[in-house]
């Protein structure tokens, strides 16, 4: 026989988030659970797991699916276990920068500004170290199909949009949006960066760190160089 979930009242909510985000990290850090698993982890009652689950499940931060079996598996239904949506991972990412803009804050109030444009720069050293990957072993390729595998591999999706001047480079996603907000330097010396990677005097038309649906990047079409009449 199946047991219901049941989602707790409102009493109970604000008491119990603790323990959900306890169920939510054991998830996030050790895969997909059953409720036997969380419950014995995290030393709770059938009920109580279940209770934490339900509401969990209502918020959209987990979905359930039937457990993944390996090999032969006996007799009866596969378990059912608990994984991270999209919407989950999203708070713990929000979470991480929360902790990061206040480290952030700590360095420049013990160092100054100067060290948040260095810390920028050494985080995009991986990029541009896979762009000059790419682009040796694509050496005909258009150097911005280069940097959006270089960006593709750190989560940006970016994509490229041509237009009539040029092209724009897409970027659905920014991983340290949050952090971009507070300290504009990081999108600042990005752009530099991808000037100096395609040559081109790009302009940075939309941020999603500034509230935009997507970064986006315009890289203007090179000029021809004009042809110098030879002396007769």
């Known amino acids: 026989m199946t047991t219901e979930l049941h989602a707790p009242n409102p009493t109970q909510a604000e008491a119990d988030v603790p323990t959900r985000q306890r169920v939510v990290q054991l998830i996030l850090n050790d895969g997909p659970q059953t409720a ?7 030393e709770l009652t059938p009920a109580a797991i279940r209770r934490h689950l339900a509401a969990l499940l209502d918020e959209g931060t987990l979905a359930s699916r039937a457990e993944r079996v390996y090999g032969s598996r006996g007799r009866g239904r596969p378990s059912k276990v608990f994984v991270l949506t999209d919407e989950g991972r999203a708070e713990f990412r929000q979470a991480y920068d929360d902790l990061a803009i206040a480290a952030l804050r700590r360095l420049v109030a013990a160092t100054g500004p100067t060290a948040i444009r260095e810390l920028a720069k050494d985080r995009l050293d991986e990029v541009e170290a896979r762009f000059r990957q790419n682009r040796a072993d694509h050496p005909d390729a ?4 280069a940097l959006v595998e270089a960006l593709a591999v750190d989560g940006y999706a970016p994509s490229v949009r041509p237009v009539a001047s040029g092209d724009q480079l897409l970027q659905h996603h920014c991983p340290v949006a949050h952090v971009a907000a507070e300290f504009p330097v990081f999108c600042e010396v990005e752009t530099l960066l991808f000037s100096r990677l395609l040559d081109s005097h790009v302009q940075r038309l939309a941020t999603i760190a500034h509230g935009d649906g997507v970064c986006t990047t315009h890289v203007p079409r090179p000029l021809p160089t004009p042809r110098i009449p030879k002396r007769k």
């Open 36 to 42: 036997k698993q969380l419950a014995d982890k995290l």
């Open 142 to 145: 258009p150097p911005i199909d």
